[in-house]
Each structure stands twice: as structure tokens, then as C-alpha cells.
T-cell receptor, first 113, second 113 residues
């Protein structure tokens, strides 16, 4: 069985500071990892994915994520947070690049001016 | 979200009633998905359709049926609604079946009394 843990329900950062949203996973074999963002009353938006290759993946809106196989983690990062980054963030894992993925419970990011 | 349209946006049903949630996309994507999102939880996959003419069960298919009517449309049917199916339902698409969903509709908020 595959699973995802987002250990923090809430992350608060000041605008201009770096942000990290944590994700750890469990899956047999090589993982496919994804980050999504959800704004209030909207559907999810895809941010980035890790399939293979470089451990540092760059995505939309200046976000990046670092894959760490030994720690089974895929943390989302941004060097300088914006107030507009405030949203709900979901990590997801899959055994393949398609079909059945498992989502974490989400982390609410609040960026204060 | 441009490209994936869900109808209706809101619906209230009584236990035992039936209803069909509609999803249409204009991006010529091959794969379509139905998810449910419950408070404090990530998305759970109900059914997906890798391509026109095919459907597969996801993580929580019980109590639901789907129809991939054509390449554009993927409907989700509740034959006999139960209070446990109160949720927000999201339709999503991907260009090819080997991709995770990248485009989501804005959701249908369904309450079952």
C-alpha cells in the first residue's frame, strides 16, 4: 500500500522569508511524487512532479521540491514567500505516472505581510 | 478553471435520491478522473477513465457509477445517495493516460440529508 504524510496541518511564514511544506511518503518501488495547490473554493492546480532524474524539481510560481530517497521525503520549497502563496497544499504519491495516486491530508500555508 | 467544467456547482439531495454529476473538458485530453474531497482530507480517487471507452475503479468506488460518454464528457452517478456521500466532488483531466491529472474543475458541493 502507498501512503503520504504531511506532518504539519498549518505553516506560517512572513512574506519574503523562505518556506518549506513537508511531505513524506511510503510506496513499494520507485515513487512518482506530485505537489498541488488549492485556493479557496477552487479545484487543485498542479505545481510540479518528480518522476526520475534530478532530485531538485522546479515547478510553477517559483516553487521547487527536493526528492530525498533515503529520507523518503519530497518537501516543497520557495526561496521567498508571497502573500498570494497562501493556500492549501497537497502532496501525492503514485507507483506509476498515471491512475491511482494517494494524496496527503493537506497543509495550509499562510504568508503574512 | 478554464477547460474543465463541472455541473452543478451545488446540490442538496435526500437520502435515496439519485443524481448525475457532469464533467466536460475542451482541452482534447484523453484521461479523466473523479475525486471526492472530505473536510481535512486529501482527494480520494473514485473512478478514472484512461481513454475514451475505458473506465477503472479508484480507491473509493462503492456507491458510484461512471460513464465516459465521449472524449469530452465523464459523468458520475449516485444511484441511491447516502449521507456518507456528502462531499465536494472534483473532476480532473490529463493529456495522456500516463500522466497524473493536471487540470481540475472547481468542484460540485453535494450535501445529502
Amino acid at each position: 500500500a502507498q501512503s503520504v504524510a504531511q506532518p504539519e496541518d498549518q505553516v506560517n511564514v512572513a512574506e519574503g522569508n523562505p518556506l518549506t511544506v513537508k511531505c513524506t511518503y511510503s510506496v513499494s518501488g520507485n515513487p512518482y511524487l506530485f505537489w498541488y495547490v488549492q485556493y479557496p473554493n477552487r479545484g487543485l492546480q498542479f505545481l510540479l512532479k518528480y518522476i526520475t532524474g534530478d532530485n531538485l524539481v522546479k515547478g510553477s510560481y517559483g516553487f521547487e521540491a527536493e526528492f530525498n530517497k533515503s529520507q523518503t521525503s519530497f518537501h516543497l520549497k520557495k526561496p521567498s514567500a508571497l502573500v498570494s502563496d497562501s493556500a492549501l497544499y497537497f502532496c501525492a504519491v503514485s507507483k506509476t505516472n498515471a491512475g491511482k495516486s494517494t494524496f496527503g491530508d493537506g497543509t495550509t500555508l499562510t504568508v503574512k505581510p | 478553471n478554464a477547460g474543465v467544467t463541472q455541473t452543478p456547482k451545488f446540490q442538496v439531495l435526500k437520502t435515496g435520491q439519485s443524481m448525475t454529476l457532469q464533467c466536460a473538458q475542451d482541452m482534447n485530453h484523453n484521461s479523466m478522473y473523479w475525486y471526492r474531497q472530505d473536510p481535512g482530507m486529501g482527494l480520494r480517487l473514485i473512478y478514472y477513465s484512461a481513454s475514451e471507452g475505458t473506465t477503472d475503479k479508484g480507491e473509493v468506488p462503492n456507491g458510484y457509477n461512471v460513464s465516459r460518454l465521449n472524449k469530452r464528457e465523464f459523468s458520475l452517478r449516485l444511484e441511491s445517495a447516502a449521507p456518507s456521500q456528502t462531499s465536494v466532488y472534483f473532476c480532473a483531466t490529463a493529456f495522456v493516460s500516463v500522466e497524473q491529472p493536471q487540470h481540475f474543475g472547481d468542484g460540485t458541493r453535494l450535501s445529502i440529508l
